[in-house]
């Protein structure tokens, strides 16, 4: 069931300052105040909010707030910016009306907050889908956008926005978003140039520097220190709770959603470091011939820089910074700026280009967020502009902001007092005029177009010859002199000539939210907005389309010598249309309020807070708003929170909502002239009546509580009651039914056992008469079984005796044939049989073992050396002699089947083994070794085929040797060869004989007992080879060599006498005329066999032999 709640329920103070009694400033001060304390920042003057700055941020902003508010009437809850944001919506939906919203008050109010909320509730309940959210958000995002560029840190706000800012967003006859048209007014550009203490120049120079990559601030030539720029003012770079470097981060993204090229975003940057630069650029006095100083740039390094950026060519600025050319007609004047000029020329064109830039980037949005579809639609405008502006120093900008501010409260008087009048038509009331201050004669003060201010500052503009502050302000005092809202020292009204607080460079004007003192300096040139044609030229030149774009006056080709609109004149005509534009659509108003200076959560400075209600003229409102009738309700409504208080409406009214309002007053007794009744809704003269009514309702509301009470605890008494006998009988009926069932478990339980033990009883006896059966027929078997045993076992007893019987008889008749046999040839057996039967066993035994001989023979193998046991040991020689028998024989075997060559080798071999075997050391290892005899292949080798034609008889052996040196001992390479007769040895090189003896000369051989080559030919004395001597040689092949000798030798002598082999280790051996013994010794082992021969002395060669390993 939806619940009927009112504004008027839980109301702090009240939530309405229509219903303040008694009304004055007093009260209606101390309503806010109390209001505020309370968090409540909301109050309303009828359809006008009232906005508090909470300075913090409370929980009122949720989701959850947005649907509470969502479809509810404006006054069913507490006052509430979402209140108004969603009867604007609605209007404009459901009644096809275009709204505006007209968001005032001072800087820091919080308009820019509430225009914001206001944003953010409409996209939160409007449609929904891919395309309209784009749209929303590329509306929600225009704002960071604009704020990084038209919003600084003021002394009054750190996010001041310093333009006035005034956004139509369309919708689609469902309420879903199209597009939207931004409009800025006025931009602060001075503020490019220059901020006052305690200030900042436009956040987006700040975030630039701080956000930005190093690569980019190269890219722009830009360093990130503040204090590198002249228009960064220092004293307050850094504000507390703002992230430059994160809102830069923001700022680019929010670009690229609303729709930014890159290029364009690189653009846009290049500019503003444009501005920086040029800040940093200074002059210098330059003295010319005529005397007169002309401006030099100082440092070129930034001019250069700059121009660098933005691709201007060097020269031309640094020109149009020193000149000023002025046409009139067909004429062309160059004239040189001094120092001062040069600087105002320098900032002027920073402004402008600032300004220009910031108009362009609104254009921009523009183009992105424009509605894309050509049908009608309906608007809601947001107008977030600055508020009224009271300064010690109140210059031309407070002057123009004040006129805006002036229109404002004109068409809030009129649009207000328009409703309230159709309202009382509507409802059929008759209407009593209201008494209101109407500000149209302030407006006149400033616009007229003959005698208005702003017309006389364009007049005097305009005007040739010199015209200065000053000439304006004597204007002003001649013209507006009788003007009662206007004040000033010299105009001729008496009245003000000796007011002190009034200077002389000053004008007052009596606004309606009080007196402001501007002071005329600036006036003349803001309002001409200056800027030399040089310039503009220079910019246009600029290889910059972003540029070029932003001065199309520089272009030459449309050079206008017509002066351009002064800044009052487009101000005052933006600000006509925008008036045209808000009178168009149904106005609602969200009036801002400060509570202090000092930017602070909770406190509440009542000076400043009256000072703010004064000037936005709150009471005023109410008053207006409380002229006819303070309070109205429709007839529904009022019946449904009211129809307590008779008993005639009470519960239900039956009939149509007025009359039960009629029947409700009259029970009353509400007096007539208090309340007049319109033809949908109830009108309440005095806010008393309307309290009477709340008081009695309240009372009502507690007896019926108490009412309520009283019927709904009798109604939870009787049900509890109800609820509790009814458990019981449940619980009766679950009782018995678990003692029915334990007693039926019970006697099942006891059945079981009764039967369990019958069975068993039954089971049992039946088992045993079973078992009993069945031993009977156990012992039966049983019985036969042993019965048919024993009857086997006296079979088998009878059988065994018989055959025992049989046997017996048998041997007996055996034994007694043998002893008749014996008896019978006993004496022939005697005489023979004993030899007998031993040759028979023993040619038994013979015969086995050659037969078993035969088998076991070992191989045929000479070197086999296996043979099998014997297996007698009476047969021990025999098996002997025959193991030698057979070895014999296969020795012969192996013998017969040698060739006569081999036969040859193997008995040099065999005579080798006469002559060494156990002599000499080296034997051993020449057994294996075959005898080759002619090593040196002497017939075959061409090279010693001279040798070979010297020698007559067949080579026997060729090979070579060492001749052993008596002198050192060492060797010399030989060939030997051997033939049947002689020994000859030639040089192994040339292959010439050296030496020949015939065998018969040879007398001895003589070797050593060792593993050594070495050995010695002895002559015989007297011989014809005797005359050189001995030879001492050693061969590799010493075995065969000697062998060889030893046989040839053997068969060459005449005699027949061998040739004596010596085989010792010290032999003497006759070089020449000596004799020199040849000793052999035991060396160390060596690698290798070589034996070393050295010379000991004269008469000893010593021979080291090594020991074999
Ligand atoms: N409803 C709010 N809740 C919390 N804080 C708020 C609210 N409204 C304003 N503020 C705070 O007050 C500051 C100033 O608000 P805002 O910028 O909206 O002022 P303004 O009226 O737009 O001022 P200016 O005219 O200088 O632009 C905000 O930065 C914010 O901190
Ligand atoms: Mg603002």
Redesign the pocket.
């Known amino acids: 069931m939806e619940v009927k709640t009112s504004l008027l329920d839980n109301m702090i103070g009240v939530g309405d300052m229509v219903l303040l009694e008694p009304l004055s400033e007093d009260s209606f001060l101390e309503n806010l105040r109390k209001r505020f304390d309370h968090n409540e ?1 909301y109050t309303y003057i009828g359809s006008v909010v009232i ?1 508090m ?6 929980p009122i902003y949720t989701p959850e707030k947005v649907e509470e508010y969502r479809n509810r009437n404006f006054y069913e809850l507490s006052p509430h910016i979402y209140a108004l944001a969603d009867e604007a919506y609605r209007s404009l939906r459901d009644q096809d009306k275009d709204q505006c919203i007209l968001i005032t ?10 225009s914001k ?1 206001v944003m953010s509730y409409v996209a939160a309940v409007c449609g929904k889908g891919q395309e309209v959210n784009k749209v929303k958000e590329q509306l929600l995002q225009s704002n960071p956008v604009l704020e990084a560029f038209g ?1 600084a840190k ?1 002394v ?6 310093r333009f006035g800012k005034y956004m139509d967003i369309e919708f689609d006859f469902k309420g879903d978003p199209l597009g939207g048209v931004i409009s800025n007014y006025l931009l602060e550009k001075s503020r490019v140039v220059k901020q006052p203490r305690g200030e900042r120049n436009f956040h987006v120079f700040y975030q630039l520097l701080s956000g930005a990559s190093d690569d980019m601030l190269k890219k722009l030539k830009l360093n990130r220190d503040f204090s590198k720029y002249n228009y960064l003012s220092l004293d307050s770079a850094v504000v507390n709770g703002l992230d430059d470097a994160a809102s830069f981060r923001t700022v680019k993204n929010a670009m690229q959603i609303v729709g930014f090229m890159e290029d364009e975003v690189q653009s846009v940057l290049e500019l503003v470091a444009a501005v920086l630069k040029l800040g940093n650029i200074e002059f210098k006095p330059e003295s010319r011939c005529n005397g007169a100083d002309e401006s030099r740039v100082k440092d070129k390094n930034d001019l250069k820089e700059m121009c660098e950026l933005l691709g201007i060519e060097q020269t031309v600025l640094e020109r149009a910074f020193s000149y000023r050319t002025v046409e009139a007609k067909s004429e062309k004047v160059s004239t040189t700026l001094n120092v001062a000029q040069a600087y105002y020329a320098r900032d002027a064109l920073a402004k402008n280009l600032y300004s220009r830039l910031f108009s362009w980037l609104v254009t921009r949005i523009n183009e992105s967020i424009k509605a894309q579809t050509k049908t009608r639609h309906k608007v809601m405008g947001v107008l ?1 502009i ?2 009224f502006e009271i300064f010690e120093d109140n210059s031309f900008e407070q002057f123009i902001i004040n006129y805006c501010n002036e229109k404002l409260q004109q068409i809030f008087i009129e649009l207000t007092l328009r409703e309230e009048q159709e309202e009382y038509v509507r409802e059929g009331i008759e209407w009593t005029n209201i008494e209101y201050f109407n500000n149209a004669i302030i407006c006149d003060l400033i616009e007229n177009n003959q005698n208005g201010i702003m017309a006389m500052l364009d007049e005097e503009c305009l005007r040739p010859g010199t015209v200065t502050d000053e000439t304006f302000l004597d204007k002003l005092n001649t013209i507006c002199a009788e003007h009662q809202h206007f004040e000033s020292r010299l105009s001729k009204n008496s009245k003000f000539l000796n007011d002190h607080s009034l200077p002389h460079s000053c004008f007052r004007i009596q606004h309606y939210a009080g007196k402001v003192l501007y002071c005329v300096e600036g006036f003349v040139d803001k309002n001409n907005d200056l800027l030399y044609r040089d310039l503009s030229q220079a910019m246009f030149k600029a290889n910059h389309s972003l540029m070029k774009q932003l001065f199309p006056d520089g272009n030459p080709a449309k050079v206008n010598l017509k002066r351009p609109p002064t800044a009052g004149f487009q101000f005052k005509a933006s600000v006509g249309t925008l008036m045209k534009n808000l009178q168009t659509k149904n106005p609602n108003y969200i009036r ?1 309020i400060k509570p202090n200076d000092k ?1 602070a959560a909770h406190i509440f400075t009542e000076s400043l807070v009256c000072h703010q209600v004064r000037y936005l003229g709150l009471m005023e409102n109410v008053r207006v708003r409380r002229a006819g009738y303070a309070f109205r309700q429709v007839y529904g409504p009022c019946l449904e929170r009211y129809k307590m208080l008779c008993k005639r409406t009470w519960p239900h009214w039956r009939g149509p909502a007025r009359e039960g309002v009629e029947v409700l007053m009259a029970d009353l007794q509400v007096p007539t002239e208090e309340f007049s009744y319109g033809r949908s809704k109830i009108f309440i003269r005095n806010p008393r009546t309307l309290f009477f009514l709340e008081e009695r309702r309240r009372q009502c509301l507690q007896d019926l509580a108490t009412l309520i009470q009283k019927i709904y605890r009798g109604w939870k008494c009787r049900t509890h009651f109800l609820l509790l006998k009814k458990s019981q009988i449940v619980v009766a009926a679950w009782y018995r039914r678990y003692t029915q069932q334990k007693k039926y478990q019970k006697i099942k339980s006891a059945t079981t056992v009764v039967q369990s033990y019958t069975r068993g009883w039954q089971a049992r006896k039946l088992l045993r008469e079973l078992k009993h059966q069945k031993r009977c027929e156990e012992a039966a078997t049983t019985i036969a079984a042993y019965w048919h045993g024993a009857q086997a076992r006296r079979e088998l007893r009878r059988l065994k005796e018989e055959a025992r019987r049989k046997h017996a008889v048998a041997v007996i008749w055996a034994c007694w044939q043998g002893l008749k046999v014996r008896r019978e040839y006993r004496k022939f057996f005697r005489a023979n049989a004993g030899k007998k039967i031993y040759n028979f066993t023993i040619q038994r035994i013979m015969q086995k073992y050659f037969l078993g001989l035969r088998k076991t023979l070992p191989s045929m193998s000479p070197i086999d050396k296996s043979w099998p046991a014997r297996p007698y040991r009476f047969l021990d020689a025999a098996h002997t002699e025959l193991r030698t028998i057979f070895h014999l024989w296969r020795c012969k075997k192996y013998r017969s089947q040698f060739t006569e060559e081999k036969k040859a080798v193997y008995e040099e071999k065999l005579e080798a083994s006469e002559l060494f075997k156990d002599k000499k050391s080296l034997y051993p290892s020449s057994v294996s070794q075959p005898f080759k005899g002619d090593y040196l292949e002497i017939s075959k080798n061409p090279k010693y085929h001279k040798l070979n034609s010297c020698v007559e008889e067949k080579v026997l052996l060729a090979d070579v040797v060492n001749k052993i040196n008596r002198a050192n001992g060492k060797g010399a390479s030989r060939i030997l060869l051997l033939t049947k007769k002689n020994v000859l040895l030639a040089d192994q090189k040339t292959g010439q004989v050296k030496a020949s003896v015939a065998l018969p000369d040879l007398a001895s051989v003589s070797v050593s007992t060792q593993n050594d080559g070495f050995f010695a030919l002895k002559l015989r004395e007297g011989s014809a080879s005797a005359v050189k001597g001995d030879f001492l040689l050693s061969s590799e092949h010493l075995i065969e060599t000697i062998t060889k000798l030893h046989h040839i030798g053997s068969t060459a002598s005449d005699d027949g006498v061998r040739l004596n082999i010596d085989i010792t280790d010290e032999f003497l051996v006759q070089f020449k005329q000596d004799k020199v013994c040849v000793k052999f010794i035991q060396g160390a082992p060596k690698n290798g066999n070589g034996a070393s021969c050295k010379r000991k002395n004269n008469r000893l060669l010593e021979v080291s032999v090594p020991a074999t390993a």
């Open positions: 920042i906005s700055n909470p300075y913090r941020s409370l008050g001072e800087s820091g109010a919080g308009k820019t907050e509430a909320l919003n003021t009054r706000n750190d996010n001041s926005s977030d600055y508020g801002c930017k």
